[in-house]
């Protein structure tokens, strides 16, 4: 059997971030798959199965909320080593769930992945926090930090990172985020960001592409993913495209401070594509 393409696989995960229940081990292994044409997810799934069946075989008998989360954070991060990248941060192995099963190692969103997919499979109050800069976890009323091992984060500690990260009113924003869990779209969105972001750094404009459609494939009005992918084919010499999104982009924010430069970029995109005839 021929291993899925490009569009069977971003197919699969648009299906699977509509659904009501997702698993985000799955869909975090499907943005994985579109980049590592071959790659069996499987037996990623069934990795993070034996981690929720050992989990619940330690906690046995003692079913509290204090037990489980320490049974949960022991597996992931004591037995099995998992534990924050510092030295290659930015490092794309990091936002694939596959390659940071293998080398137990990523980075704050792809490890809650992790955690998250055990305690779903488990049925336990787990969440994610769309924390900006690095995120976390919920496990019932306690807020974990995947890339330190686990380790519990207080809601000052959670203020001064929303502080440091300037915003305009971190209380405030401590509470929506705790009361307000991401989807897993947006759990999604975030790696796929990530993995944007990484590939911008490093100058790989095809695979930064790749990113971005699949942004604006799971939220199709995002007008910052348009801009961007305009951006990005300006870079690879596709006017069309370029004008195209850039075009869509003005119509979803006419109002936009530099519309006036947008609009020069879409004329000379126009011509330069003229010229390719």
Not at 97 to 121: E, M
Not at 236 to 252: K, M, N, S, V
Request: hydrophobic share 40%; proline share 6%.
């Amino acid at each position: 059997m021929s291993s899925p393409g490009t569009e069977e696989i971003r197919s699969r995960l648009y299906t699977l971030a509509a659904q009501s229940s997702v698993d985000l081990g799955e869909g975090a292994l499907l943005i994985a798959a579109e980049d590592e044409p071959g790659l069996d997810i499987d037996p990623y799934l069934r990795f993070l199965d034996e981690l929720a069946r050992k989990v619940k075989a330690a906690v046995a008998g003692d079913g509290s909320s204090a037990r489980w989360r320490y049974a949960v954070a022991d597996e992931i991060f004591t037995r099995q080593g998992f534990h924050g990248d510092e030295q290659e941060y930015y490092d794309p192995r990091n936002s694939y769930l596959n390659q940071v099963i293998d080398r137990r190692c990523g980075i704050p969103v792809t490890l809650s992945i992790v955690y998250l997919a055990v305690g779903a499979r488990l049925g336990l109050p787990v969440a994610g926090v769309n924390a900006p800069g690095h995120f976390l976890v919920r496990h019932g009323e306690q807020v974990l930090d995947p890339f330190h091992r686990g380790r519990p984060v207080t809601d000052d500690a959670l203020r001064e990172q929303l502080e440091q990260m300037r915003a305009p009113d971190p209380q405030a924003e401590v509470q929506r985020l705790l009361s307000s869990p991401p989807s897993a779209r947006a759990i999604l969105c975030r790696v796929l960001g990530n993995l944007k972001a990484n590939y911008l750094r490093r100058g790989s404009w095809t695979q930064a592409l790749a990113a971005v459609d699949r942004l604006i494939g799971l939220n199709p009005g995002n007008a910052a993913e348009l801009r961007d992918r305009g951006v990005i084919y300006q870079r690879l010499e596709c006017p069309r495209a370029a004008a195209a999104d850039f075009e869509r982009y003005l119509e979803l924010v006419p109002g936009d401070p530099e519309a006036d430069i947008i609009r020069n970029a879409i004329v000379q995109l126009t011509a330069s594509a003229a010229r390719l005839h």
